[in-house]
């Protein structure tokens, strides 16, 4: 057993079942979660977790990693340590991608407004049900597609509807935003590859031309939704301190909005009328 298992172990001995929602069926022999159990929470197999504890497995994916940061409720110093005990320490020259526990708990318990966690180019990380429902399922997209100014410059098909003035807001915020982020991270290839594959398009390439620097803080939007037709909200975005992640969070500006989204809320991704 290596230092990425015994950390584990520990961590899973450590957590009370009922605090994940596992009900209590049978006496148990010590306390903590069973392999199994981590393995449904974290979605992977309880046979790569006994391998993880006995050291027969000894480079889990970020992704995998984060997955047992969620499942243990690790703190994000505990999270970090997991990464780097995995040989994902942090490179100080890319964006940070990982969404730690603590960004998680809080998408959580905003339930009832729609959230997405982007890094600080804007790519797409995390979402809760409700923005899923609301602008549409990001999975419909390749993962590196799944990225605001694409969206925006690409002519992707969103929900998102914008009168003029509020697109050229809008886009000279987003593009000012991204100019900032070059200047923190100037090495990161994936940042400098979107650069290069906005500015193919000529709108952007005059924004970007501008070198405008700023911070894209939120607007407002109107979704036009297939089913429950136009949602009116104000998006406000929240940097996390130490990571540099994005919260996107969406609030109704009125009551017909709110009563949407609580609709939605209840009904998820499913569609609502049978296609013709």
Not at 17 to 37: D, F, I, K, T, Y
Not at 243 to 271: H, M, N, Y
């Amino acid at each position: 057993m290596n230092e990425l298992g015994v950390a584990l172990r520990a961590w899973r001995d450590r957590l009370d079942p009922a605090a994940v929602g596992l009900p209590h069926h049978s006496p148990r022999r010590v306390a903590g979660l069973r392999r199994g159990e981590l393995a449904q929470l974290a979605g992977i197999s309880a046979e790569y977790v006994v391998r993880l504890e006995q050291g027969r497995a000894t480079a889990p994916s970020a992704q995998v990693c984060s997955a047992l940061a969620r499942a243990l409720r690790l703190s994000d110093d505990e999270q970090a340590h997991l990464l780097r005990l995995a040989g994902h320490a942090e490179d100080p020259d890319r964006v940070p991608r990982l969404v730690p526990g603590s960004v998680h708990r809080i998408v959580e318990r905003l339930a009832d407004s729609p959230v997405a966690v982007c890094d600080a180019a804007w790519q797409m990380l995390h979402w809760n049900p409700l923005f899923a429902a609301v602008f549409g399922d990001p999975t419909r997209w390749r993962e590196d597609e799944r990225n605001a100014l694409l969206f925006q410059f690409e002519n992707q098909a969103t929900r998102m509807r914008q009168t003029p003035a509020q697109r050229d807001g809008f886009e000279e915020s987003l593009v000012a935003d991204l100019r900032a982020t070059t200047s923190r991270y100037p090495r990161d290839p994936d940042v400098r590859a979107l650069v290069a594959r906005l500015s193919r398009g000529q709108r952007f390439r005059e924004l970007w031309e501008r070198r405008a620097v700023g911070g894209h803080e939120g607007t407002h939007k109107t979704v036009v939704h297939p089913d429950v037709g136009n949602i009116d909200v104000e998006s406000n975005v929240l940097t996390t301190q130490g990571t540099d992640l994005r919260l996107v969070v969406d609030s109704p500006r009125d009551e017909d909005s709110r009563g949407k989204l609580d609709l939605l809320a209840a009904i998820g991704i499913q569609q609502m009328t049978p296609p013709r």
